[in-house]
């Protein structure tokens, strides 16, 4: 769907992308109109003080993008993004300043309204996670710019992936699924957890990119939305079947051969900690052809190549497909490498995996019988 607020191409090139700032707190208004007004990419099309002023300058003003504060008078952050998806259709941003889980696992719910992304505000130059906040609103912000407006895939009931996706011979018992993601990669995750079945056999593994301090929010508010049992890792607690582990900020995570879930206090890839990379590798060479590596929306590549070391060691591998993911920068990057098995939307993703599981176990008990 087209909003009002696309960027023409002159003859300098791309006009700067249109940003309407959404704030009740004077003082973080004036800060988010001044970082937008720093950067030369960027253009601020508006202000507004409160949610109803918000629905009220989007459909005035059609911005590209807007960037909106959740806790707001006359009309929160989910109650205005809501509005402004049913009547003026255009990119969302949502911010906020806590990191408290309840407060985050709310601010997820804006997904669920039609919002792209939620990160951290960045809360003043004195403090020392300002550069990083301020760097990750803007270039996202410039990303969301790129994706249309409307990017919602239709839920089809469980599809079965496509009849031309045979299943693979197992030949091992399935021991663990890896879920890689970035950009868009909770409603992905959401939408595929919520397909699940609740006795499936293994653990699911999550890296998704997300601000610091966010971790124990997205996973209350993935848990509660999608209905499966989800929880942060903690260092040396085993995987258990049925249950899935989102790995916590400034980590990277692994799963020992012994089945625990190890916290690693090991380099960024990518700039990246915890990262998809680190994952993937490590199940590579620990678990092989008794792992799923499944790479979902975000920008980057970071698991793209590890995907690959998946397939190579006999694992199944799983790249989302281009027409469902927000950002295809870390899958199409699998696609490239020819690191994914299958290229998949979600809801025939989960449909994979329950398959692929159930074939595993059957097979495992024939082996034992």
Not at 260 to 281: M, N, Q, T, W
Not at 300 to 326: M, N, P, W
Request: charged content about 20%; hydrophobic content about 50%; some cysteine.
């Amino acid at each position: 769907m087209s909003n009002g607020g696309d960027r023409l191409r002159d003859s300098a090139g791309t006009a700067p992308i249109r940003v309407l700032v959404v704030e009740d707190s004077p003082a973080a208004r004036m800060l988010l109109t001044h970082l937008i007004g720093s950067d030369p990419q960027l253009a601020l099309a508006g202000v507004a003080g409160d949610g109803e002023e918000g629905v009220a300058a989007a459909t005035r003003l059609r911005p590209d993008v807007i960037v909106m504060d959740i806790h707001m008078p006359k009309l929160d952050g989910f109650a205005a993004a809501r509005q402004i998806m049913e009547t003026c259709p255009t990119r969302i941003v949502m911010v906020t300043a806590s990191t408290s889980a309840k407060d985050v696992a709310a601010t997820f719910h804006a997904l669920e309204a039609g919002a792209l992304a939620v990160l951290a505000k960045p809360v003043g130059p004195g403090n020392p996670g300002f550069e990083a906040a301020t760097a990750e609103l803007l270039q996202t912000v410039k990303l969301m710019a790129e994706v249309p407006v409307v990017r919602r895939w239709p839920r089809r009931g469980g599809a079965p992936p496509p009849a031309a996706a045979a299943l693979p011979a197992v030949g091992a018992k399935i021991s663990v699924v890896a879920l890689g993601a970035s950009t868009g990669g909770p409603i992905a995750l959401q939408d595929i957890l919520s397909r699940l079945p609740k006795d499936l056999p293994v653990p699911l593994l999550i890296v998704q990119h997300i601000s610091t301090g966010f971790a124990e929010g997205f996973a209350e508010w993935l848990a509660k939305s999608a209905g499966y049992p989800v929880h942060v890792a903690a260092a040396g607690e085993p995987a258990l079947a049925g249950r899935a582990y989102v790995a916590p900020s400034g980590v990277q995570m692994r799963l020992l051969a012994n089945g625990c879930i190890d916290l690693v206090d090991a380099p960024p890839e990518h700039g990246l900690k915890p990262s998809v990379s680190y994952l993937f590798r490590s199940l590579a060479a620990t678990f092989g052809p008794a792992a799923i590596g499944v790479l979902l929306t975000g920008m980057g590549r970071d698991g793209a190549q590890e995907l690959k070391a998946l397939r190579e060691a006999g694992a199944v591998t799983v790249a989302q497909d281009s027409e469902t993911a927000i950002v295809f920068g870390m899958p199409g990057e699998a696609v490239k490498l020819g690191a994914a098995a299958y290229v998949l939307a979600p809801d025939a993703i989960a449909a994979l995996l329950e398959r692929l599981l159930r074939a595993a176990v059957q097979t495992d008990e024939e082996k034992q019988a």
